[in-house]
């Protein structure tokens, strides 16, 4: 039976082309960029977990210090069953059984509380440290997601220069074994080639297990084995814009969550010497009551009350006690004075370090761009002149050298350049997810 044009292969057809179309675009929603990888970094990082859980409990520190200020209020309630055996009252003792109930609320109401002023200041400023802290952790998370990304497109671009240098190696030691065999060549330059070759596969070996190295490191992060990954086909490299110092050391030294976290932990010590020094100041307490209790043994009364008490406790002396947390919080809080310095002049240094990076990934981008077209035709010029007699043996394996060294500085330098953009936007506290959306657009 005749089945072409038939109703039924063209229906056939059509299904056949509808699955390739769907599995196409399966495969494509599923192409591996940084974005995914920074999302599903976000999504299970334990650092994160750990930092917002921080300042969840930080947060919960102010309605903590707040109830010390605010009234509380308490109840009691007892009941119970009394034997008695009374003499003396009359020739005849007494033996009786009776209840006993009592019912009480009181209520306190600090007047005033120097320390637990001091208290509700403090949790403020160790909220706006858990801010910082969180802040700080992604923005780490963004940039070590970044670098481990492109860590892996580099260790695949120079598995794929390892592959093509064993590939061309290859061809040359082909080369020299023929025109041993033809009685145009010798030993020594079967020998040589061989050797390069052998070199170059275990270059190759080197490579792969490399490039393990790095997908292990990204899924440490994701906790997502990565799929392929999208690569840069077209890169116009960018220096810092701002392209001066002074900006980006100024904005590290007002935005850097870590120097932020670092002040807010030196305000909160300078608020525990108040707290301590406080502790010596008077406080005024306001005590209400009501209390009913009934059941007594002879006669049986209710009795019924209520009143209030305002108290004052002033410490005279504690055995030295307040004097001494005092001086310690003070030496704490110099502590951490000295950290925050400490932190600003590294952050200085960072963020200079981080400028100038970018500035020279920049020139070195360039530089490899040319170097690479250089080697290619030196390579390839040299291999003319090994066909017909003017270049050496040796000369042709330095020019395939040469090639794949500058191809793997070109990788380097590409990659190295990203990483860099990433890197003083982080030095400077000012990295965000729409950077990593930005430099997601330049992946296909």
Not at 397 to 413: E, S, V
Request: with cysteine; hydrophobic share 45%; aromatic share 6%.
């Amino acid at each position: 039976m005749q089945l072409h044009g038939s109703p039924a292969l063209s229906s056939l057809c059509l299904k056949l082309t509808i699955v390739v179309v769907l599995v196409f675009t399966a495969t494509a929603a599923r192409a591996y960029d940084l974005q995914t990888a920074y999302r599903q970094a976000m999504a299970t990082s334990p650092a994160i977990v750990r930092a917002r859980a921080q300042l969840d409990a930080e947060l919960e520190g102010r309605p903590l210090a707040r109830a010390a200020l605010l009234p509380h209020l308490g109840g009691f309630a007892s009941g119970g069953m009394n034997s008695a055996r009374v003499t003396g009252l009359g020739p005849i003792p007494i033996s009786t059984g009776y209840h006993s109930d009592v019912l009480s609320a009181t209520l306190t109401q600090s007047i005033f509380d120097g320390q637990a002023w001091e208290s509700l200041k403090q949790a403020d400023s160790r909220i706006r440290a858990g801010e910082a802290a969180l802040a700080s952790t992604e923005q780490s998370l963004m940039f070590d997601v970044t670098q481990a990304y492109f860590e892996v497109l580099q260790t695949q671009a120079d598995e794929r220069v390892a592959r093509q240098q064993v590939k061309l190696l290859q061809a040359i030691a082909d080369q020299t074994k023929t025109s041993l065999r033809v009685g145009k060549g010798d030993i020594i330059s079967v020998q040589e080639a061989q050797a390069q070759l052998d070199a170059a596969k275990t270059d190759l070996v080197v490579a792969k297990n490399r490039v393990a190295i790095s997908k292990a490191q990204l899924e440490q992060l994701t906790h997502h084995r990565p799929g392929a990954l999208q690569d840069v086909k077209v890169l116009h490299v960018i220096g810092p814009q701002p392209d001066s110092l002074t900006p980006w050391i100024e904005s590290a030294l007002k935005n850097q969550p870590l120097l932020q976290q670092a002040r807010a932990s030196l305000e909160t010590s300078k608020e525990q010497v108040e707290y301590e020094k406080r502790a010596r100041w008077p406080t005024l307490t306001l005590n209400g009551f009501v209390e009913h209790a009934a059941g007594t043994l002879i006669p049986p009364l209710t009795m019924n009350q209520a009143g209030a008490v305002v108290s004052v406790s002033i410490p005279f002396f504690e055995g030295g006690a307040i004097r001494a947390r005092v001086r310690q919080a003070e030496a704490l809080s110099h502590a951490s004075g000295a950290k925050v310095l400490a932190l600003k002049d590294q952050i200085r240094l960072d963020t200079q370090a981080a400028f100038l990076t970018l500035q020279d990934s920049v020139a070195r981008f360039d530089a490899t761009q040319a170097s690479v077209a250089s080697a290619r035709l030196s390579m390839e010029g040299t291999r003319k002149g090994y066909e017909i007699g003017t270049r050496s043996l040796v000369d042709l394996l330095t020019a395939t050298t040469n090639y794949a060294g500058a191809r793997r500085n070109y990788y380097l330098a590409l990659y190295s350049h990203l990483v860099a953009r990433i890197q003083l936007k982080a030095a400077a506290g000012v990295l965000t997810s729409q950077d990593i959306e930005s430099l997601n657009t330049l992946l296909h």
